[in-house]
């Protein structure tokens, strides 16, 4: 029988910044496997709202669950380490470290082997170090990010360097993968380059997906289901067709391309 319960529930979340509600009453249900966008005008709480999945802030009411488990006060590696990892909008990158490395960093929050182990450098460390460097290096292949694997992070062109977040996102094993505008700053051949690759990834790592995007023609293209925030408020859900006919959505990005 199909597993019914969501993978991530969302259940009438708010959280307020002094006077202003920068998410309020949100709900969401991602299934397994489902690739889904979240758009809306600047300032909708798009950002705030992934802060909410990553434990980065607490709402301050309802609830978040994975796999049918409460998310209550855990810290973001704590829900790194359960199944949600993340991109950001401003590329976070460790710079000086090399590409490999900031793929084999996820690692090491995963890793089986103690700090004892690490420290005393004990067999069980190496043969750590060499799985980690393997699995590193099957990532950057995939990402095609191989042939710069000992180039500092900060070296790389900006669309890899997304990549590359991705890339070390993917590395922690998630179950669902938050991108916070994956394609910002990309030309249109590396924005459709990405959009092939989101699907491969969803497919090759049986992932969930929910992506914030402002490229419309990416969004619309690459999502099975779409959510739109407008001042915190979720307004309209469904098919890409269904909301961008949909004149609430319309009405909020009067002025702004919704095609
Ligand atoms: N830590 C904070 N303290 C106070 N206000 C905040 C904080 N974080 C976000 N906000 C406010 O919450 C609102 C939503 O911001 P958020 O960055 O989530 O929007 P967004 O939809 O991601 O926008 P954009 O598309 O421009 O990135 C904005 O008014 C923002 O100024």
């Known amino acids: 029988m199909k597993n019914t319960t969501p993978l991530l529930k969302v259940d009438s979340v708010s959280i307020q910044f002094g006077g202003l509600k920068?998410?309020?009453?949100?709900?969401?249900?991602l299934h397994e496997g489902e690739l889904a966008g979240?758009?809306?005008?600047?300032?909708?709480?798009?950002?705030?709202?992934?802060?909410?999945?990553?434990?980065?802030?607490?709402?301050?009411?309802?609830?978040?669950s994975l796999e049918g488990k409460v998310l209550k006060n855990l810290a973001p590696y704590k829900i790194t380490k359960k199944g949600i990892?993340?991109?950001?909008?401003?590329?976070?990158?460790?710079?000086?470290?090399?590409v490999i490395d900031n793929v084999k960093v996820a690692y090491h929050s995963l890793s089986k082997h103690s700090i004892a182990e690490s420290i005393f450098r004990l067999p069980r460390h190496f043969t750590g170090e060499k799985?980690?460097?393997?699995k590193a290096l099957e990532f950057l292949k995939i990402f095609k990010l191989d042939g710069y694997r000992d180039e500092k992070a900060k070296n790389l062109p900006?669309?890899?360097?997304?990549?590359?977040?991705?890339?070390?996102?993917?590395?922690?094993?998630?179950?669902?993968?938050?991108?916070?505008?994956?394609?910002?700053?990309?030309?249109?051949?590396?924005?459709?380059?990405?959009?092939?690759?989101?699907?491969?990834?969803?497919?090759?790592?049986?992932?969930?997906v929910l992506l914030i995007e402002h490229d419309m023609p990416l969004v619309m293209g690459v999502c099975e289901r779409i959510y739109v925030l407008d001042h915190g408020q979720m307004i309209a859900s469904g098919s890409p067709e269904e909301v961008r006919n949909n004149p609430k959505v319309i009405e909020a990005y009067l002025g702004e391309e919704v095609s």
């Open 22 to 29: 920068a998410v309020s009453g949100v709900n969401m249900e």
């Open 38 to 64: 979240l758009i809306g005008p600047n300032g909708a709480g798009k950002t705030t709202f992934f802060n909410l999945l990553t434990g980065v802030y607490v709402p301050t009411e309802g609830s978040i």
């Open 85 to 98: 990892s993340r991109t950001f909008q401003n590329i976070r990158l460790f710079g000086e470290l090399s």
């Open 131 to 134: 799985e980690m460097e393997e």
């Open 158 to 208: 900006y669309g890899q360097q997304r990549r590359l977040e991705i890339a070390r996102a993917l590395a922690a094993r998630p179950k669902l993968l938050l991108l916070d505008e994956p394609a910002a700053g990309m030309n249109p051949q590396e924005t459709r380059d990405l959009m092939e690759l989101i699907r491969f990834i969803r497919t090759e790592f049986n992932l969930t």
